[in-house]
Protein backbone atom coordinates (compact mmCIF):
# COMPACT_ATOMS: atom_id res chain seq x y z
CA UNK A 1 0.00 0.00 0.00
CA UNK A 2 1.12 3.34 -0.87
CA UNK A 3 0.05 6.44 1.31
CA UNK A 4 -0.48 9.81 0.09
CA UNK A 5 1.16 12.13 2.04
CA UNK A 6 1.43 15.72 1.82
CA UNK A 7 4.69 16.96 0.80
CA UNK A 8 6.64 19.51 2.55
CA UNK A 9 8.81 21.86 0.96
CA UNK A 10 12.35 22.46 3.44
CA UNK A 11 13.45 25.49 3.48
CA UNK A 12 17.47 25.28 4.72
CA UNK A 13 18.96 28.50 5.68
CA UNK A 14 22.52 28.77 6.66
CA UNK A 15 22.87 30.57 10.27
CA UNK A 16 26.63 31.90 9.39
CA UNK A 17 29.26 31.23 12.10
CA UNK A 18 27.60 28.56 13.89
CA UNK A 19 27.37 26.51 10.80
CA UNK A 20 23.94 24.62 11.54
CA UNK A 21 20.97 24.85 9.28
CA UNK A 22 17.51 25.58 10.37
CA UNK A 23 14.73 24.02 8.09
CA UNK A 24 11.28 26.35 7.75
CA UNK A 25 8.01 25.00 6.70
CA UNK A 26 6.85 27.32 3.39
CA UNK A 27 3.47 29.19 4.04
CA UNK A 28 2.44 32.25 5.93
CA UNK A 29 4.22 33.52 9.12
CA UNK A 30 1.27 34.43 11.51
CA UNK A 31 -1.39 32.73 11.51
CA UNK A 32 -4.57 34.79 10.51
CA UNK A 33 -7.68 34.22 12.75
CA UNK A 34 -10.72 33.20 10.52
CA UNK A 35 -13.15 35.96 11.61
CA UNK A 36 -10.73 38.31 9.83
CA UNK A 37 -11.79 36.91 6.34
CA UNK A 38 -15.56 38.03 6.89
CA UNK A 39 -14.52 41.67 7.23
CA UNK A 40 -14.53 42.51 3.58
CA UNK A 41 -18.07 40.85 3.80
CA UNK A 42 -19.43 42.42 5.94
CA UNK A 43 -17.88 45.72 4.93
CA UNK A 44 -19.70 45.06 1.46
CA UNK A 45 -22.77 44.24 2.75
CA UNK A 46 -22.53 47.40 4.49
CA UNK A 47 -21.85 49.64 1.75
CA UNK A 48 -24.14 47.89 -0.78
CA UNK A 49 -27.00 48.42 2.06
CA UNK A 50 -25.87 52.85 2.07
CA UNK A 51 -25.56 52.59 -1.56
CA UNK A 52 -29.58 51.56 -1.82
CA UNK A 53 -30.66 53.57 0.84
CA UNK A 54 -28.98 56.60 -0.41
CA UNK A 55 -29.96 56.15 -3.92
CA UNK A 56 -33.67 55.23 -3.49
CA UNK A 57 -34.90 55.91 -0.21
CA UNK A 58 -33.49 59.20 -0.08
CA UNK A 59 -34.50 60.02 -3.81
CA UNK A 60 -37.80 59.47 -2.43
CA UNK A 61 -37.92 61.69 0.86
CA UNK A 62 -36.73 64.50 -1.49
CA UNK A 63 -38.98 63.96 -3.43
CA UNK A 64 -42.06 64.64 -1.16
CA UNK A 65 -39.67 67.40 0.26
CA UNK A 66 -39.59 69.04 -2.91
CA UNK A 67 -43.48 67.86 -3.56
CA UNK A 68 -43.86 70.23 -0.07
CA UNK A 69 -42.68 73.18 -1.49
CA UNK A 70 -44.00 73.09 -4.72
CA UNK A 71 -47.52 73.04 -2.81
CA UNK A 72 -45.55 75.78 -0.85
CA UNK A 73 -45.28 77.67 -4.04
CA UNK A 74 -49.25 76.62 -4.92
CA UNK A 75 -50.52 78.19 -1.47
CA UNK A 76 -47.82 81.63 -2.08
CA UNK A 77 -49.46 81.43 -5.41
CA UNK A 78 -53.74 80.96 -4.31
CA UNK A 79 -55.60 84.45 -4.23
CA UNK A 80 -56.92 86.56 -1.89
CA UNK A 81 -59.87 85.01 0.26
CA UNK A 82 -62.87 86.95 0.31
CA UNK A 83 -65.50 86.30 3.05
CA UNK A 84 -68.68 87.30 0.88
CA UNK A 85 -72.34 87.40 1.95
CA UNK A 86 -75.26 84.83 3.22
CA UNK A 87 -78.09 84.49 1.04
CA UNK A 88 -81.39 83.12 1.04
CA UNK A 89 -82.62 82.49 -2.18
CA UNK A 90 -86.28 80.65 -2.91
CA UNK A 91 -85.43 78.09 -5.34
CA UNK A 92 -87.86 77.63 -9.24
CA UNK A 93 -89.48 74.47 -7.55
CA UNK A 94 -93.13 74.84 -8.78
CA UNK A 95 -95.08 72.85 -6.80
CA UNK A 96 -93.46 73.11 -2.80
CA UNK A 97 -91.72 76.25 -2.10
CA UNK A 98 -88.03 75.64 -1.47
CA UNK A 99 -85.09 77.80 -0.07
CA UNK A 100 -81.71 77.61 -0.61
CA UNK A 101 -79.42 79.49 2.66
CA UNK A 102 -75.71 79.39 0.98
CA UNK A 103 -72.96 81.41 2.51
CA UNK A 104 -70.42 82.25 -0.30
CA UNK A 105 -66.08 82.92 0.13
CA UNK A 106 -64.89 84.00 -2.64
CA UNK A 107 -60.98 83.44 -4.07
CA UNK A 108 -59.72 86.64 -5.87
CA UNK A 109 -56.70 86.88 -8.07
CA UNK A 110 -55.34 89.85 -6.19
CA UNK A 111 -56.21 92.34 -3.53
CA UNK A 112 -57.36 95.25 -5.52
CA UNK A 113 -60.14 92.74 -6.38
CA UNK A 114 -61.38 92.79 -2.93
CA UNK A 115 -62.41 96.50 -2.98
CA UNK A 116 -63.73 96.36 -6.57
CA UNK A 117 -65.92 93.49 -4.99
CA UNK A 118 -67.29 95.68 -2.14
CA UNK A 119 -67.87 98.54 -4.87
CA UNK A 120 -69.94 96.12 -7.00
CA UNK A 121 -71.28 94.26 -4.41
CA UNK A 122 -75.42 95.20 -5.52
CA UNK A 123 -74.72 94.13 -8.83
CA UNK A 124 -73.12 90.91 -7.86
CA UNK A 125 -75.25 89.88 -5.30
CA UNK A 126 -77.94 90.30 -7.96
CA UNK A 127 -76.30 88.49 -10.69
CA UNK A 128 -76.16 85.22 -8.55
CA UNK A 129 -79.85 85.84 -7.15
CA UNK A 130 -80.70 85.37 -10.72
CA UNK A 131 -79.06 82.68 -11.11
CA UNK A 132 -79.36 80.62 -7.98
CA UNK A 133 -83.36 81.58 -8.16
CA UNK A 134 -83.93 79.77 -11.96
CA UNK A 135 -82.63 76.64 -10.10
CA UNK A 136 -84.45 73.72 -8.37
CA UNK A 137 -83.95 71.04 -5.92
CA UNK A 138 -82.84 68.77 -8.17
CA UNK A 139 -80.43 71.39 -9.94
CA UNK A 140 -78.77 71.12 -7.10
CA UNK A 141 -78.73 67.95 -5.50
CA UNK A 142 -75.10 66.73 -5.42
CA UNK A 143 -71.52 67.22 -5.88
CA UNK A 144 -71.35 67.94 -9.09
CA UNK A 145 -74.08 70.17 -9.59
CA UNK A 146 -72.58 72.40 -6.80
CA UNK A 147 -69.47 71.81 -9.13
CA UNK A 148 -71.30 73.32 -12.12
CA UNK A 149 -73.23 76.18 -9.84
CA UNK A 150 -69.64 77.46 -9.00
CA UNK A 151 -68.77 77.44 -12.75
CA UNK A 152 -71.67 79.68 -13.30
CA UNK A 153 -71.06 81.97 -10.22
CA UNK A 154 -67.92 82.77 -11.54
CA UNK A 155 -68.69 82.85 -15.03
CA UNK A 156 -71.36 85.83 -13.56
CA UNK A 157 -69.68 87.48 -11.18
CA UNK A 158 -65.99 87.52 -13.80
CA UNK A 159 -68.56 89.02 -16.28
CA UNK A 160 -69.09 92.11 -13.66
CA UNK A 161 -65.60 92.80 -12.39
CA UNK A 162 -63.06 95.26 -15.02
CA UNK A 163 -60.09 95.20 -13.29
CA UNK A 164 -59.66 91.60 -11.61
CA UNK A 165 -61.34 87.77 -11.87
CA UNK A 166 -62.84 85.29 -9.22
CA UNK A 167 -61.00 82.13 -9.03
CA UNK A 168 -62.91 80.25 -7.21
CA UNK A 169 -66.40 80.22 -5.17
CA UNK A 170 -66.19 78.56 -1.84
CA UNK A 171 -69.37 76.95 -0.30
CA UNK A 172 -69.07 77.44 3.34
CA UNK A 173 -72.76 77.20 4.22
CA UNK A 174 -74.80 75.42 1.78
CA UNK A 175 -78.60 74.48 2.82
CA UNK A 176 -81.74 73.60 1.04
CA UNK A 177 -85.62 73.57 2.90
Same mark, same amino acid.
Given at each position: ?11 ? *? !?? @?? =? ?5 ? $?? #? ?5 ? &?? +? ?27 ? *? !?? @?? =? ?5 ? $?? #? ?5 ? &?? +? ?89
Amino acid at each position: MVENKPEEIEII *E !EL @GE =EGGEKKK $KA #GLPIRIP &SF +VYYIPIVLGIAFGAYYIYKNFFSRSQEKV *E !ER @GV =EIARVAV $KR #GVMFPAW &SL +VINLADANVPRFLKVTFTFELDRAITVAEMQEKEPIIKDAVIGLISSKTMADLRGYEAQLILKEEIISRINAVLETGRVINVYFTEFIIQ
